[in-house]
């Protein structure tokens, strides 16, 4: 899958890149990460990207040609990329977002910078608005980089077991949080793993951790709960599991 990321800040990729798991499926050809600076798209001698908003007020706007060339010029590479620009503004951001966003073989992400993008960028390119939470960041990357996380996560073989993933809190067919975990030491200042965990009968294994996972999504979010019965949506998880972790 190929994330374009066009930004004035293309550096705070750097580690992102370069670390952990988004590294490790770099390196397997899963995913592709390129960033385009759209100062380079500037006409400007100047490379300026950015003035002040008409009408006044504080701040600098994102000047509209800047973002348009750069975006058009990326979009005549195929497969023409799903077009997402980062704005407190969008839809809320969640996994069932994440999970369809990775059928796409392509996404585009534009983030903003200062007061964000004059308005005739979203006029003209009719993006999929997309914020990460109501509350203001000072750009669209670390938005970015959460999108492209919680997307990429899911491509089969970016984790190291992709059973983590169908677990995971929020997972499809999994819309409640999930079970707690445990690891070694078994007693870590007194307080001790519960007996079941080390039973190795996996079914009653899987029965307590639905239990624990029913009892947090009710507790913690009972906005997630479904209605009518007494149970999220679905919860399966893996009886199978013995804790093994992202790969990493
Ligand atoms: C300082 S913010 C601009 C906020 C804008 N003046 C407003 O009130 O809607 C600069 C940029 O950060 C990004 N940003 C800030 N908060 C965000 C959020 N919650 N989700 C996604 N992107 C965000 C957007 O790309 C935005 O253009």
Partial sequence: MRFDVLTLFPGLFQGFVTESLMAKA????????RLHDFRLWSQDKHHKVDDRPFGGGPGMVLMADPVVRC??????????????????????????????????????????????????????????ELSLGDFVLNGGEVAAMAIIEATARLIPGVLGDERSAVDDSFSS????????????????????????????????????????????????????????????????????????????
Avoid at 105 to 128: A, I, K, M, S, T
Avoid at 191 to 220: C, Y
């Fill in 26 to 33: 770099v390196q397997r050809n899963l995913i592709d990460i």
């Fill in 71 to 128: 975006v058009e010029a990326i979009q005549q590479e195929a497969p023409p990329g799903e077009l997402i620009l980062l704005t407190p503004q969008g839809e809320r951001f969640n996994q069932r977002i994440a999970e369809s966003l990775v059928r796409s073989p392509r996404l585009v992400l534009l983030c903003g910078r200062y007061e964000g993008f004059d308005q005739r960028v979203l006029d003209l390119l009719r993006p999929r």
């Fill in 173 to 248: 067919g999994n819309r409640g949080l999930e079970f707690p975990h445990y690891t070694r030491p078994r007693d870590y200042r007194g307080l001790t793993v519960p007996e079941i965990l080390f039973s190795g009968d996996h079914g009653r294994i899987q029965s307590w951790r639905e239990e624990q996972a029913r009892q947090r999504t009710k507790q913690r979010r009972a906005d997630l709960w479904s209605t009518g019965s007494d149970e999220p949506s679905s919860n399966p998880t893996s009886a199978e599991s013995d804790g093994t972790a992202d790969g990493e």
